[in-house]
């Protein structure tokens, strides 16, 4: 590799480490936010959701748009959105700016993983594609591991506001970018953008998120906007979700279990901050130092997931992981109230527990889908993924404000809430191994009877 493609790849991967670290940056200052704006679970839960909702629509709509315009165009487009959304959300004067400022952060953040993963494809020859992929893929686990103690540290030193204040420092590389990524054509040859689809989707989306948060009559309006979406997707030349494939029912379920599995994790990264500032009474700096475990053993632990998979398969590593997901959520339920450092370690559990389910399924894809339809259902999977965190913060901020009787009688916590919001959790992952079953039993009737149709054919019964 060249010193002009180290550039590149480095000026990328610096980029994109940010975007990761807003999410668990924001997560671990979750409690300041309640404190300074006086919010409820609810209402702070937006904080996080919002910018995961949003970093998933615009990686959808920003990989059709790479297919016909520049890459370098569209990163300096993405980067922009980034930096005013930080800018507004470091001058905010109030919550509801500090909304607006997370959904632009939210959609020009999206636009730089993506974009890295398109041109790591097209600007490197076969043979350093893997590596570069790789260290893409490896700052997105870096930043989430890091943004834990950076945002604990920031928030009670400097305050909320550095939080903002310390993603303009992701523009830093931005030259480097430029100078060295080749120069494309201006547009490039491709069907048009489905942009109503894609604000009927975003609109649908939001409006169930706002149904669970804000009042259930916008579930109403939720339906009509996804009526409408499937309406458009199925007469648009190139629909912004091709639904067709949803036909696939495993993969549909693998989609599911996808979705389970990420509410049911960023349930835990949003209830462990509230339970420990309130619970543990901690300060934000050490629950930074009580999540940053978690985010760090999948990156030294992946590459032997990996090798587990390869020689286990899929369906163990989901079926084993469930598991001890569903065990230390229960674990998590019992011990509300006791040592930091317990949760810190059931949270490694679940961290990498979370990390080997996303794994097995994004291969399980290849294996439910023939060859040409991978790359979109990859791209489904991970729209999931996201949606699944958005997800994740509204239904169990929405449950913590329900003030819950025990339901646990081994925690004596004086606040069950948190310890019911972990059996929430647990009973997901559950609904997760129940799909994982029915799939296996879905796909091994239709193996049999693809073998019985060969059979017949074969000796003409």
Known sequence: MTRKQKLLLY?????????????????????????????????????????????????????????????RRLFVIGMAMFMVG?????????????????????IGGGTLPTLSLVAAARYFPEKQRGYALGMVFSMVALGSAIGPIMGGFLTDSFGWRSLFLISFLSIITLPFYLKYAPKEEEVKTGSRFDMVGAILFMLAITSLLMGINVTAWLFIIAVIFFVLFVWQAQNANEPFIKIDILKNIPFSLVLFMGLLNSIAYMAMIFIIPLMLSKVNE????????VLFPGGLMPIILGSQIGIIIANRGNRFMNQFSFTIMAIAFLALSTIVGASPIWISVLLIFVCLAFTANQSALTNRISEVLPSNETGTGTGLFTFMIFLGAAFGSALFSRFLELNSKQWNILNGSADPSYSNAFILAAITVVLAMVVLALEKSLTKKQEMRVHDDYFKDEFGL
């Open 86 to 106: 930080s800018l507004i959300g470091f001058m905010s004067p109030n919550y509801s700016v500090i909304i607006i400022a997370r959904i632009l952060q939210g």
């Open 11 to 71: 000026s990328m991967c610096y980029m994109v480490l940010f975007n990761a670290m807003n999410v668990t940056m924001m997560n671990v200052a979750i409690p300041e936010f309640r404190k300074v704006f006086i919010l409820t679970p609810s209402e702070v839960s937006w904080i996080t959701a919002i910018f995961s909702l949003f970093n998933g629509i615009a990686a959808v709509a920003i990989g059709k748009l790479s297919d016909r315009f520049p890459v």
């Open 282 to 289: 901690m300060s934000t700096s050490l629950i930074g130092l």
